[in-house]
């Protein structure tokens, strides 16, 4: 069932396998077994243009999630009474926070708990999409986009800065405004949704940057701004003992009247929300209480 909650996730077969990490044929298998005991067809497949479910998948897929819940739930309540297998806590970010801040956060969870961490980075669809399968127990990402749990809880908002080389002629300024940089070159994180949000703080200035250097990854924009391609715009900085700047950056304030997205923590449990989760969103709480806005 998992498997084929997948399919429909990613639209495609190789899709799922990719998210499930294992062989195409494992996934066409599962189709084929589900195809006979439900004497129809799940999903219509079509080459190279993917799948989609019939009216039997859709039906297939809704009861599957609700068992799949189920499921993950029992096996939280069970690993309470496993001496042999360490419970693992299975939690999905924004892909840029696997860097910044979430092991950070993690190892105070886990520390004196014997207690395994998988993190899953990815997208805001992607996490979303793994939560409603119950792949994670909880994602933790901006509450920019739709589709967030009502009752996701708010952590820390985090307003947008300026990432620039320390060359830059506006670097000794403890404060900037957008319609300064708009002449400069501009390095993009270029991530769904991130993307149109920056593009979008730069209409308040009346005019978008020259796009210099386009890249999906956090680290690779920190790169690009130290090798002279241009500015950022960024939201979050790295806590504690991850990877820190290099000398060539130095980050400052926007002085403009910008939208302040908030970082979340959100589940599926609903009024039922197990005991380590509620733990879990308390410690993240109190985590970027404790290190302070000057920090992140």
Known sequence: MRYIVSVAETGSIAGAARQCRIAQSSILAALDLADNEMGARLFDRR??????????????????????????EFE???????HVTPPILRIGCFEPFGALFMPELLQ????????????????????????EASIVDAIVTYDIGAGLPDDAVPLARVPAH???????????QGAVHL?????????????????AYLL?????????????????SYDAVRAAVACGFG?????????????????????????????????????????AKPAFLRRLSLLAKSFFEEIGPNAF
């Not at 939280?76 to 496993?82: K, S």
């Not at 300026?162 to 000794?172: E, F, I, R, S, T």
């Not at 900085?237 to 959100?266: E, W, Y």
């Open 47 to 72: 080459p190279s243009r993917g799948v989609s479910p019939t009216p039997a998948g859709e039906r297939f897929l809704s009861s599957a999630r609700r068992l799949l819940n189920a499921e993950a």
């Open 76 to 82: 939280r309540t069970m690993d309470r009474h496993n």
């Open 108 to 131: 105070r969870f886990t520390e004196g708990a014997n207690i395994a961490v998988e993190l899953y980075e990815g997208e805001q669809p992607q996490l979303l999409s793994w939560l």
């Open 162 to 172: 300026v990432l620039m080389h320390v060359n830059d002629p506006m670097a000794n």
């Open 179 to 195: 319609a300064d940089l708009v002449n400069s070159p501009f390095v993009l994180l270029d991530l769904p949704q991130t993307s």
């Open 200 to 216: 979008t703080l730069f209409d308040i200035a009346g005019k978008r940057p020259r796009i210099a250097f386009k890249t999906r």
């Open 231 to 271: 500015f950022s715009i960024l939201n979050m900085r790295p806590v504690g003992r991850g990877s820190p700047d290099s000398v060539m950056l130095v980050r400052r304030p926007l002085v403009d009247n910008l939208p302040v997205p908030t970082i979340m923590i959100a589940d599926r449990y609903g009024t």
